[in-house]
Structure formats: structure tokens, C-alpha cells
């Protein structure tokens, strides 16, 4: 059966609209399923919340983790920019910085990357001492049941539609790298005709 990619799209957008943003959310879904176009929709919610017409956003993403790598870009200094330091250590550095900022909303997408199990527990820790006398809202996007589980959140929210216990005690279905590279490239394809056609209106 053919995926529909408009009402995934469709699904993406009311996931951003639904996130509180003054409580810490925790977003899951599968590799390339937009969970980070809902981090972009999040900055215009945010605006339109505050009626400021610019927010200050920072986010602990991948590409800040690895910016002493060319390949993938260096979009901010927030990271260390020394080859040979361990990824592990790029991602904690990147977190207490983007946490330590003030801020209108907070993100950290995969606060797992490059972080073994053992770690991710203690990590978790880290996070909600760290988070605790937050004073603004904060989104968690994570592929880790470690960190659904150990995470303090006030709501959960998966984008196939799973139950956070769901979601944590779900089998693991193989998806094979030619059904994801089909999906993450007609999904891409799906969300820029969709961004063409609200630009020409």
C-alpha cells in the first residue's frame, strides 16, 4: 500500500501545535519521520506565542556535535572544534551549554549520540538535575528508551501515534536501508512541493 506522505505531513505540523511550550516534551518517531521539521514549525508556535517577531532558540543537534567535520557542516561555536575529542564529549559540552543559555524554548535533539547505554543513565541524571529550575519550555527528540525512560517529561509524544508505554515495549521491526532511503527521499520530496505550493499562494 502506497505510505501517504500528505498526511504525514499533515500529522507533523498538529504534533508542533500540540507541544506545550512551557512544559519539557519528549518527541520519537522513526529515523527521517520529520522529527526535526517539527523543531522548525516549533520557532514560528514560539513566536506566535510570545508575539515576538525573533526567538532565541538554541538546540543541541548532531550538526553542532560534529562541526570539527567539514562534511557535515559547522553551524555554531558551541562545540569543541578539536577532531580527536570523543563524540561523547562534544554531545555533554553542546547540552550544558544549549541548557545553561536563557532562552524562549530549549531543544536537544538526540542527547544520545555517541552515548553508550552506561552513560545514557547517567546522562539522564545530569539532564534532569540541570533541568529542574528551567524557565522555559524544552523539547527532547530521541531515539532512546533509556532516555524516554529515565528523562523526567510532562508529556510524550510519538509520531506514528504509539503511547509512550507503547513505545518503550514495542518489538523492534527490521526496516531495511532500501525502505528508509525510499521514505526519507519521497518524504523530502513530499515536504519541499508542499513549501513550493504554500509559497505560491
Request: aromatic share 6%; charged share 30%.
Amino acid at each position: 500500500m502506497e505510505y501517504n506522505y500528505e498526511q504525514h505531513i499533515d500529522t507533523i505540523g498538529e504534533i508542533a501545535d500540540r507541544i506545550n511550550l512551557d512544559k519539557i516534551t519528549i518527541l520519537t518517531g522513526r529515523n527521517a519521520g520529520g522529527k526535526s521539521l517539527v523543531r522548525k514549525v516549533l520557532r514560528q508556535n514560539v513566536m506566535d506565542k510570545t508575539g515576538k517577531t525573533k526567538v532565541f532558540i538554541p538546540h543541541a543537534s548532531q550538526e553542532l556535535r560534529t562541526k570539527s567535520n567539514p562534511e557535515m557542516g559547522a553551524l555554531s561555536g558551541m562545540g569543541h572544534d578539536l577532531e580527536w575529542l570523543a563524540t561523547s564529549h562534544n554531545t555533554i559540552s553542546t547540552i550544558d551549554q544549549v541548557i545553561d543559555r536563557d532562552a524562549d524554548y530549549i531543544i536537544i535533539d538526540e542527547p544520545e549520540i555517541g552515548i553508550g547505554e552506561e552513560l545514557q543513565l547517567g546522562l539522564a541524571d545530569y539532564i534532569n538535575e540541570k533541568l529542574k529550575d528551567r524557565k522555559c519550555g524544552v523539547l527532547i527528540i530521541t531515539h532512546s528508551r533509556l532516555s524516554v525512560k529515565n528523562i523526567k517529561h510532562d508529556d510524550f509524544i510519538n509520531l506514528e501515534g504509539m503511547s509512550e508505554d507503547e513505545w518503550v515495549n514495542r518489538t523492534t521491526e527490521k526496516i531495511s536501508v532500501e525502505d528508509f532511503k525510499k521514505f526519507s527521499n519521497d518524504l523530502f520530496i513530499a515536504v519541499r512541493d508542499r513549501i513550493n505550493t504554500n509559497k505560491a499562494k
